[in-house]
């Protein structure tokens, strides 16, 4: 026993060559051991469809929301000027104050109406908005995705233009004439009476959003004005920002420029609610598939817990032959964390190759079901995005690292507690 102590005393540097060749060793575990080898396995698809599924949904919800923000962002103001109690006729004089705050890309003067829409096939409802060709060229969203027809000349024809999806519903193309009904009306002695006019349609847009492209639809405010019986007047005033996430700092001035007369209000109250949901569905879904890690690592004990039984004479030996407890503790420390550490990785790799290619396998799968996957007139979304963050991705891998290590550690605790005396004696 003196030798086997002062072999133990002269303990060799951590994570020596013959801890990682003992731990290649065991996570080759020979055909008796298969079983402890398929808990290793099951462990590491664990960790990596785990660490996989977690980027891939965190992926999927931040490009969910930022697609949202730029379609709703696209199409509406970032900040809304309105008055409250008289009917809003300066607004000529508003749009040019507004317009020379610092930061403020453009100024749109617009009136609001709902209608129904009649064509020969279907008679639908819809909502109207009255501008200028110019506040519509200021829409890229709108002035980039026309499909059919054209936006020239928008403001000298009595004309409109649709969404896609309303024109298909409608069974119109550009160039065909719907009607238009609305209750705003001419005032009769028997009460108001509906406003019916027929338009053509100029053209058809796209803006890749269900909700906009079944329902908007744009008019020539000088004709919307006459259409909705309110001359000289508007709504509301809309200003489109250089930087929308920046509202909060470019408010005041606006509101020192518009002067009191005039109410204002920013995209983000207006979207309060919807915003504040995504981001509580957000952290629930990161929370709930956070615990596909944790139980993979939790495996990644059991193996270790396993291995380190079966390997009891082997550990014993080795620590009478000199090697410390800490060796013992680093080589089965390397065996679990090698898992964890690999599959991680593997589920880094397999999840941003999956982000990069996730509406392509959308398709697929649409194709090979035969279903169709995030109907738009639900998710609103004709498309799937995926944007991964990085700051985030990084997150979840360090948590995978770290839960991966954690569970190694109590299993090698275990192998250096145990006493070769005890381990050797029945053998």
């Given at each position: 026993?003196?030798?086997?102590?002062?072999?133990?005393g002269?303990?060799?540097?951590?994570?020596?060559?013959?801890?990682?060749?003992?731990?290649r060793?065991?996570?080759?575990?020979?055909?008796?051991?298969?079983?402890?080898?398929v808990i290793?396995?099951?462990?590491?698809?664990?960790?990596m469809?785990?660490?996989?599924?977690?980027?891939?949904?965190?992926?999927v919800?931040?490009?969910?929301?930022?697609?949202?923000?730029q379609?709703?962002l696209?199409?509406?103001?970032?900040?809304?000027?309105?008055?409250?109690?008289?009917?809003?006729?300066d607004?000529?004089?508003?749009?040019?104050?507004?317009?020379?705050?610092?930061g403020?890309?453009a100024v749109?003067?617009?009136?609001?109406?709902?209608?129904?829409?009649?064509?020969?096939?279907?008679?639908?409802?819809?909502?109207?908005?009255?501008?200028?060709?110019?506040?519509?060229?200021?829409?890229?969203?709108?002035?980039?995705?026309?499909?059919?027809?054209s936006?020239?000349?928008?403001d000298?024809?009595?004309s409109?233009?649709?969404?896609?999806?309303?024109?298909?519903?409608?069974?119109?193309?550009?160039?065909?004439?719907?009607?238009?009904?609305?209750?705003?009306?001419?005032?009769?002695?028997?009460g108001?009476?509906?406003?019916i006019?027929?338009?053509?349609?100029?053209?058809?847009?796209?803006?890749?959003?269900?909700?906009?492209?079944?329902?908007?639809?744009?008019?020539?405010?000088?004709e919307?004005?006459?259409?909705?019986?309110?001359?000289?007047?508007?709504?509301?005033?809309?200003?489109?920002?250089?930087?929308?996430?920046?509202?909060g700092d470019?408010?005041?001035?606006?509101q020192?420029?518009?002067?009191?007369?005039?109410?204002?209000?920013?995209?983000?109250?207006?979207?309060?609610?919807?915003f504040t949901?995504?981001?509580?569905?957000?952290?629930?879904m990161?929370?709930?598939?956070?615990?596909?890690?944790?139980?993979?690592?939790?495996?990644?004990?059991?193996?270790?817990?396993?291995?380190?039984?079966?390997?009891?004479?082997?550990?014993?030996?080795?620590?009478?032959?000199?090697?410390?407890k800490?060796a013992?503790?680093r080589?089965?420390?390397?065996?679990?964390?090698?898992?964890?550490?690999?599959?991680?990785?593997?589920?880094?790799?397999l999840?941003?190759?999956?982000?990069?290619?996730?509406?392509?396998?959308?398709?697929?799968?649409?194709?090979i079901?035969?279903?169709?996957?995030?109907?738009?007139?639900?998710?609103?979304?004709?498309?799937?995005?995926a944007e991964?963050?990085?700051?985030?991705?990084?997150?979840?891998?360090?948590?995978?690292?770290?839960?991966?290590?954690?569970a190694?550690?109590y299993?090698?605790?275990?192998?250096?507690?145990?006493?070769?005396?005890?381990?050797l004696?029945?053998?």
């Amino acid at each position: 026993m003196t030798t086997t102590s002062g072999a133990a005393g002269v303990d060799t540097r951590p994570f020596a060559p013959f801890e990682w060749l003992l731990a290649r060793r065991y996570l080759r575990a020979r055909r008796k051991e298969g079983f402890i080898s398929v808990i290793a396995g099951f462990s590491f698809i664990g960790i990596m469809l785990g660490v996989a599924t977690l980027i891939i949904v965190m992926a999927v919800m931040n490009g969910f929301r930022s697609e949202l923000i730029q379609k709703i962002l696209g199409v509406n103001g970032h900040v809304i000027v309105y008055r409250v109690a008289d009917p809003f006729t300066d607004y000529d004089e508003a749009t040019a104050r507004l317009s020379q705050v610092p930061g403020v890309r453009a100024v749109l003067p617009l009136i609001e109406g709902q209608t129904m829409i009649s064509s020969s096939a279907v008679t639908l409802g819809g909502l109207v908005r009255g501008v200028s060709e110019g506040a519509l060229r200021q829409m890229p969203l709108v002035a980039d995705n026309v499909r059919f027809g054209s936006l020239d000349g928008f403001d000298n024809s009595e004309s409109l233009a649709i969404g896609i999806r309303l024109a298909n519903m409608l069974r119109v193309t550009a160039g065909d004439a719907i009607t238009l009904v609305s209750p705003r009306g001419a005032a009769t002695p028997f009460g108001t009476a509906p406003r019916i006019k027929r338009y053509a349609i100029s053209a058809i847009f796209e803006l890749g959003m269900s909700e906009y492209d079944k329902a908007m639809i744009f008019m020539p405010l000088k004709e919307a004005q006459r259409y909705f019986s309110r001359p000289e007047q508007v709504d509301v005033i809309e200003v489109l920002l250089n930087e929308p996430e920046k509202v909060g700092d470019i408010l005041a001035p606006l509101q020192a420029a518009g002067g009191p007369t005039l109410s204002f209000t920013d995209w983000r109250k207006r979207n309060e609610t919807f915003f504040t949901v995504l981001e509580v569905e957000r952290n629930v879904m990161f929370i709930i598939l956070s615990l596909i890690v944790l139980v993979a690592a939790l495996n990644i004990i059991s193996g270790l817990m396993m291995l380190v039984k079966d390997k009891g004479r082997d550990i014993a030996i080795l620590r009478t032959m000199g090697a410390t407890k800490g060796a013992m503790m680093r080589v089965f420390l390397i065996t679990g964390a090698s898992i964890g550490i690999v599959g991680t990785i593997a589920g880094l790799i397999l999840g941003v190759v999956f982000c990069w290619n996730i509406e392509g396998i959308r398709q697929l799968v649409q194709r090979i079901t035969g279903t169709t996957l995030m109907d738009p007139t639900v998710y609103y979304l004709s498309r799937m995005p995926a944007e991964i963050n990085v700051r985030e991705t990084t997150a979840i891998v360090i948590m995978a690292l770290v839960l991966s290590v954690l569970a190694t550690l109590y299993p090698s605790w275990r192998a250096s507690r145990l006493d070769p005396v005890e381990a050797l004696r029945y053998e």
